[in-house]
């Protein structure tokens, strides 16, 4: 039972260079959510996915986009990547129902750095 | 602005002895409360859930919650050097689905 499935584990870029950082879940979940941790600013929310085929923004989504490929796939892009981008970048997920939020599952992660 | 505010620590603790580390939040509609734990160079992995005022055990962990005072608590008793790590308080937000994280304390459990 895998969870959640980041690539690539780790990613060096330059400056001006695009990406995408994949994650997938197996889990059957329906809300899937992209963070990046930083040292002193804890996990901070990029996009999620309420359900397939919904995607919003969370509280710092300027640089990237998102893609939900379908239920199990969601991911990140960054299109013209600059060194505040460097961090570390988590993917979850989790099952939300009446009643209240379900808690998030997080894949391994996947280290960042730009030049 | 909603928030979860945790103290950074670290805090520092015998081994063999109870730590206990707190997380106010500012949304007093929240419903949902989790815990997790964060080692070193590691994901976040979740370590309790709460919905309910008063306390949820497992093991050695206890969730507490007081919704009035808008205070969520974790108890580690018989803390282990293993227990080492930052925790993470995230509560919440709506019926979104999503959660809003503190910054987390970090836990030394010394030999």
Not at chain 1, 81 to 89: C, G, L, N, R, W
Not at chain 2, 15 to 36: H, K, P, V
Request: hydrophobic residues 30%; proline residues 4%.
């Amino acid at each position: 039972n895998a969870g959640v499935t980041q690539t690539p584990k780790f990613q060096v870029l330059k400056t001006g260079q695009s990406m995408t950082l994949q994650c997938a879940q197996d889990m059957n979940h329906n809300s899937m959510y992209w963070y990046r941790q930083d040292p002193g600013m804890g996990l901070r929310l990029i996009y999620y996915s309420a359900s397939e085929g919904t995607t919003d923004k969370g509280e710092v989504p300027n640089g990237y986009n998102v893609s939900r490929l379908n239920k199990r796939e969601f991911s990140l892009r960054l299109e013209s990547a600059a060194p505040s981008q460097t961090s570390v970048y988590f993917c979850a997920s989790s099952e939300n129902g009446a009643g209240g939020n379900q808690p998030q599952h997080f894949g391994d992660g996947t280290r960042l750095s730009i030049l | 602005q909603k928030e979860v505010e945790q103290n950074s620590g670290p805090l520092s603790v015998p081994e063999g002895a109870i730590a206990s580390l707190n997380c106010t939040y500012s949304d007093r509609g929240s419903q949902s409360f989790f815990w997790y734990r964060q080692y070193s160079g590691k994901s976040p992995e979740l370590i309790m859930s709460i919905y309910s005022n008063g306390d949820k055990e497992d093991g050695r962990f206890t969730a507490q919650l007081n919704k009035a005072s808008q205070y969520v608590s974790l108890l580690i008793r018989d803390s282990q050097p293993s227990d080492s790590a930052t925790y993470l308080c995230a509560v919440g937000s709506g019926n979104t689905g999503k959660l809003i994280f503190g910054q987390g304390t970090t836990l030394q459990v010394k030999p």
